[in-house]
């Protein structure tokens, strides 16, 4: 089951951003690192009594601005009430309801989503100010004061949230089908491609209620297997790619790549891989899923001898992390080669739960050291004591040794090239490798 998602809302200088990092637990700034991409992410996962979720952050709301980066704020902030399961409304006690405060609730109400009506800044300890009755005529309920400078408050208002969360799945016998996220930036014919399994190759269709509102799940079923295709279809740019529209499609995808087993990353032949292709691709990479990369429209393509193979060249030089995906070319229109994905995503789906012996492991290792010796700094070598795979979703490994400081990266890069290598490639799903510390009296 995915994380629902929680988008926090209101106008400018209401202290989003002090109680968005209180509520996910950072004190700073989120930035993190994707491989091949750095980027301001404007969400971050937290928990609460015992259900994760995603929290969205936007810019401050101005109903009725001509300022272009106010507009721009508004667009942002609608298209993350659009993805949200929740919406929370913060306010400004102080402040009390302004004629903004007033265009937001109207918004809000159109929406259809279950509000959780904050006023932060009440900052005082003990009885409810009187200030926060003037809330009540916003008409989205009882509103919760809250100080996120002071940390007040914040428990009453993830209680509300968390009454406000969609049911999990209950689907029967879930366990027989191969979740698949269709994924990747708008218009490349995620689908259209799903449209020409559904509608011409199916056995058995249902819909089963998505997670967000713009994710559609369909079960079907064929001679290859059972499979459970989510669409993320749903953001159409009116212009050229807009920064803020790119990362909230981020966000649609990251909903659905949780939930998925395996990832098909939809690249449109026509523009190659693109900035948001290679964010999309990032976050299929670090939830460790397994990824096809399939390159549509290809029947759009004027071809000669090689067009083929420079363009996968092309792709895993765009995707450099991502070499250990394989590349398939289809046309989703004509749906030439598209039967060719399915036996691929069960592979792929294998081999991301892929499970080795400690034994024939080892025997990797050992076989490795002897191939290449280990790195040394200072006359100190390194040494590998043992492995063993701690889990699987994707394949990681433990590997002890007695320095994690000289075991660098092209060591482990190696490490999980022969881990590949002797075990069938282990295509279409990432590796991790953990290095721990182990003193040599401990082995």
């Not at 913060?90 to 009506?117: F, S, W």
């Not at 979740?179 to 020409?196: C, D, E, F, H, W």
């Not at 749906?335 to 792929?348: E, H, M, T, W, Y």
Request: aromatic fraction near 8%; include cysteine; proline fraction near 4%.
């Amino acid at each position: 089951m995915a994380k629902p998602i929680v988008a926090l809302i209101g106008r400018p200088n209401v202290g989003k951003s002090t109680f968005f990092n209180y509520i996910i637990g950072e004190k700073k700034s989120i930035v993190e690192d994707t491989p091949g991409v750095t980027r301001d992410r404007v969400y971050a996962d937290s928990e609460w009594r015992g259900r994760k979720f995603t929290l969205i952050d936007t810019g401050g709301i101005e109903p009725n601005s001509d300022d272009e980066i106010l507009i721009q704020m508004k667009r942002q902030a609608e298209i993350a009430m659009e993805t949200a399961d929740v919406i929370i409304f913060l306010t400004d006690i102080k402040q009390g309801v302004t004629a903004a405060d007033e265009e937001v609730a109207t918004m809000l109400r159109k929406t259809k989503k279950p509000i959780v009506l904050v006023c932060n800044k009440a900052d005082r300890i003990g009885a409810v100010p009187n200030e926060l009755y003037e809330f009540y005529n916003l008409g989205l309920g009882d509103p919760l004061p809250v100080s996120s400078l002071n940390q007040l408050g914040t428990g009453e208002v993830l209680d509300a949230i968390y009454d406000n969360f969609p049911e999990e799945s209950n689907l029967e016998d879930e366990d027989e089908y191969i979740r698949v996220a269709v994924i990747g930036k708008p218009n490349a014919g995620k689908s259209s491609l799903i449209n020409k399994i559904l509608g011409e190759e199916r056995h058995i269709v249902s819909n089963i209620a998505g997670t967000t509102r713009d994710a559609v799940d369909s079960q079907f079923e064929n001679e290859y297997g059972k499979y459970i295709f989510v669409d993320t279809a749903g953001i159409r740019r009116k212009s050229k790619i807009e920064e803020s529209i790119e990362k909230y499609s981020i966000i649609r995808a990251k909903t659905a790549i949780e939930n998925a087993h395996v990832c098909v990353l939809v690249i449109d032949a026509t523009e190659g891989v693109t900035e948001q292709d290679t964010k999309i691709a990032g976050e299929a990479h670090e939830a460790g899923k397994g990824v096809i990369i399939l390159v549509n429209k290809w029947d759009l393509i004027e071809k000669e001898t090689g067009t083929l193979e420079a363009f996968k060249r092309e792709v895993y030089e765009k995707l450099a992390y991502m070499t250990y995906a394989p590349v398939i070319f289809v046309s989703a229109l004509t749906g030439q080669r598209v039967d060719k994905l399915f036996p691929l995503i069960n592979s792929v789906n294998e081999q991301n739960a892929f499970r080795a012996t400690t034994g024939m492991l080892n025997n990797v290792i050992e076989e490795a050291i002897t191939l290449v010796q280990p790195p040394s700094d200072k006359g100190r070598r390194l040494k590998i004591y043992y492995a063993t795979q701690v889990s699987i979703r994707p394949p990681t490994f433990v590997v002890f040794c007695n320095s994690a400081k000289l075991f660098h990266f092209s060591y482990q890069r190696y490490i999980e090239n022969q881990i590949r290598k002797n075990f069938g490639g282990l295509e279409g799903t990432p590796v991790r490798i953990i290095v721990r510390e182990k003193k040599k009296e401990d082995k």
